[in-house]
């Protein structure tokens, strides 16, 4: 009797005692994965690619426990009809996690090689949702095939769905297609700063299933469909290089003379460009005269910033020092002038001609 209670004991611990050791294993292997992952992040050749480590969080603990489950399923006698569940279930759950894991190195994979490489495409939460969306799909084609179901007609009728999901969502449809252009196209990228046709521009922050999300100078947030960036004209400003030049419109009186104004303006956007914050210390300002106006000389000069939202402050400094260094050398900024009134002496002289002598009546 006691020799047969220890077998029973000893039947029941067996598989007990390799669930719990392989999972307890996996979990120290996956602790230890989290700890090279930190470790590798502040690595300056090979930090960028500790993505591959933490796309394996809770991954193996899964696996873990469905490696054990799998290894003590033959010594749990059940019947045949649960064994075969238990199994189905285990490599759904395998399948599954294995999915997730190919999503995550997917996507950390493309960001990596986005911001490595501007050439690239960039990430945004619609590339990023699509390429979920192929993984996801080819891994539940492949879970429901290793599990016996035939995906021959599933597809089928998939693709028949397809068309009348497409016909019933077609507005839908063309903003999520116009995203995938301009994700694809490189025209607009996440962090460009574009002015679409109808007037709305900003810095581009995420290209979206449907919308193109904007925020502006003001952290004002515009939404925007998709086709209506897609299928307008827009310009962007930062597509080639972030610096750009900054033309200031100015016009001086015809009284000045124009080699100091030249010398003393150039001389102040020079000074503005190296001591402000978002100015190109390096760019030599040039100007150039532009036409006679009916009360000034009017020309442009030319500054470099090294991107558009730095136009405020190089364009505030700039217009601030010219006042001031203008005044210290006698350099009139042109203006109209009107003339409302009359002196004193002019309202006599015309009140002279005005009044005329008085005729004799005297018979």
Same mark, same amino acid.
């Given at each position: ?11 029941? #611990? ?66 045949? *009809? ?20 190919? *999503? ?32 996801? *799909? ?15 007609? #599933? ?5 028949? =769905? ?10 839908? #449809? ?83 003379? #124009? ?19 978002? =100015? ?84």
């Amino acid at each position: 009797m006691n020799s047969l209670n220890v077998a029973l004991i000893i039947r029941l #611990l067996t598989p007990i005692s390799i669930f719990v050791l392989i999972v307890v294993l996996g979990l120290v292997v996956e602790n230890r994965l989290k700890s090279i992952a930190k470790n590798v992040e502040t690595k300056p050749n090979i930090g960028q690619y500790s993505f591959v480590l933490t796309s394996f969080n809770n991954i193996i603990f899964i696996w873990s426990i469905v490696g054990a489950i799998a290894l003590i399923l033959p010594m749990l006698d059940l019947p045949n *009809s649960v064994n075969t569940l238990v199994e189905t279930i285990l490599i759904v759950v395998a399948l599954g996690a294995a999915t997730i894991l190919a *999503s995550r190195l997917a996507v950390s994979i493309i960001q990596a090689y986005s911001l490595k490489n501007e050439s690239t495409v960039s990430l945004s939460s619609l590339f990023e949702y699509l390429t979920k969306v192929i993984i996801y *799909s080819t891994g539940f084609l492949i879970i429901i095939q290793s599990i016996g179901v035939e995906i021959t007609a #599933l597809i089928t009728a998939f693709g028949v =769905g397809s068309l009348s999901i497409g016909l019933a969502f077609q507005n839908t #449809l063309s903003n999520l297609i116009s995203g995938v252009n301009i994700i694809l196209a490189r025209k607009i990228r996440v962090g460009d700063y574009i002015r679409i046709r109808q007037g709305e521009e900003g810095y581009v922050i995420d290209v979206e299933l449907r919308y193109t999300i904007v925020k502006d100078i003001f952290n004002n947030i515009t939404v925007i469909p998709n086709s209506q960036v897609i299928n307008g004209s827009f310009k962007n400003y930062t597509l080639e290089d972030t610096s750009m030049l900054l033309p200031i419109e100015i016009g001086i009186s015809y009284d000045s003379d #124009l080699d100091q104004v030249e010398k003393i303006t150039l001389e102040t956007a020079k000074y503005v460009l190296e001591n402000t914050k978002g =100015g190109d210390k390096e760019y030599e300002p040039f100007m150039r005269y532009e036409k006679f106006d009916p009360f000034a000389i009017k020309f442009i000069v030319y500054l470099k910033i090294n991107e558009y939202f730095d136009k405020l402050i190089i364009t505030h400094e700039f217009i601030k020092n010219l006042y001031k260094n203008y005044q210290q050398e006698n350099i009139n900024i042109a203006y109209p002038i009107t003339n409302n009134f009359l002196s004193p002496d002019t309202f006599m002289e015309q009140k002279k001609i005005n009044v005329e002598p008085r005729k004799s009546t005297n018979n």
